[in-house]
C-alpha cells in the first residue's frame, strides 16, 4: 500500500511515517499543502493522510483540489478540533474519514487500512488465494495453515500480488506500491524479494512470472 503523509509537523510527520513503514506500507511525506499537491500530480497513493492547518496551501483547498480532480486516493483527514461541526465540515470537503489529534497510533493503522481496502472491487480485510493467506492488520501470514516470517517488504510485494486477485503485477507496479520515491528505478531488488519471497512460500511455487510483463498469483 503506499500512502502519502501530509503533515507541517515534521517530527510528527516523520513519525507516522515510520510507524507505516513498520505496517509494511510504502510512504512518501510532504511538510506543506504544496508539496502534497506537486506528488499527488505523479504518484498514485491509496490512501493520503492529510492534516488541515498546512502552510502554503491549506489543507482544506488540497482536499477540494484532490476530490475535483477525482482522484481514487482515499483522504483521512487530520486535525487539532474533535468538534463535531469540524468533522462535519471536513467530510463536507470530500475527505473519506476524519481523526482528531491526539490520536492513538494504532488506531490510525487500522484507520488507513480500512481505507486502503475500499477499492474497486472492495476487498476483504483478510486475503487468500492458493493456500496463502494473509492478514494486513495482524502482520500474519500462513500457508496451509503454517505461519510464514516475511520482512517488511515481502510482505508489502505479496500483499500486493494478492489484492491483484490473479491479475499481472508490473514490477514497476510493486516498486510504487511496495517501495516509496527513494527507491531506484533501475534496481534488481524486485526480482531479489521476489526470489525470497517464493523460497519462504515453500513448494510448489504459486507466484508465476509472465515474462516481460511481471509476476502474478
Avoid at 77 to 105: H, I, N, Q, W
Wanted: with cysteine; glycine share 8%; charged share 30%.
Amino acid at each position: 500500500m503506499r500512502v502519502l503523509v501530509v503533515e507541517d509537523e515534521r517530527v510528527l510527520a516523520d513519525a507516522i511515517a515510520t510507524g507505516l513503514r513498520r505496517e509494511a506500507m510504502a510512504v512518501d511525506v510532504a511538510y506543506d499543502g504544496a508539496g502534497a499537491l506537486e506528488r499527488t500530480g505523479y504518484v498514485d497513493y491509496d490512501v493520503i493522510v492529510l492534516d488541515r492547518d498546512l502552510p502554503k496551501v491549506h489543507g482544506d483547498e488540497v482536499c477540494r483540489r484532490l476530490v475535483a480532480d477525482r482522484t481514487a486516493s482515499r483522504i483521512l483527514m487530520l486535525t487539532a478540533s474533535g468538534d463535531v461541526d469540524d468533522r462535519v465540515e471536513g467530510l463536507g470537503l470530500g475527505a473519506d474519514d476524519y481523526l482528531a489529534k491526539p490520536f492513538a497510533f494504532v488506531e490510525l493503522v487500522a484507520r488507513v487500512r480500512a481505507l486502503g481496502r475500499r477499492s474497486a472491487p472492495a476487498l476483504p480485510p483478510v486475503l487468500e488465494r492458493s493456500g496463502v493467506r494473509l492478514d494486513p492488520g495482524k502482520r500474519l501470514v500462513t500457508r496451509d495453515g503454517e505461519e510464514i516470517a516475511l520482512t517488511k517488504k515481502e510482505f508489502a510485494v505479496l500483499e500486493e500480488l494478492m489484492r491483484a486477485e490473479g491479475a499481472v503485477v508490473s514490477q514497476e507496479d510493486l516498486l510504487d506500491k511496495a517501495w516509496d520515491e527513494n527507491i531506484d528505478p533501475f534496481t534488481n531488488v524486485v526480482r531479489v524479494t521476489m526470489m525470497t519471497l517464493r523460497k519462504k512460500l515453500g513448494e510448489p511455487q504459486v507466484i508465476e512470472t509472465v515474462p516481460g510483463v511481471g509476476y502474478k498469483l
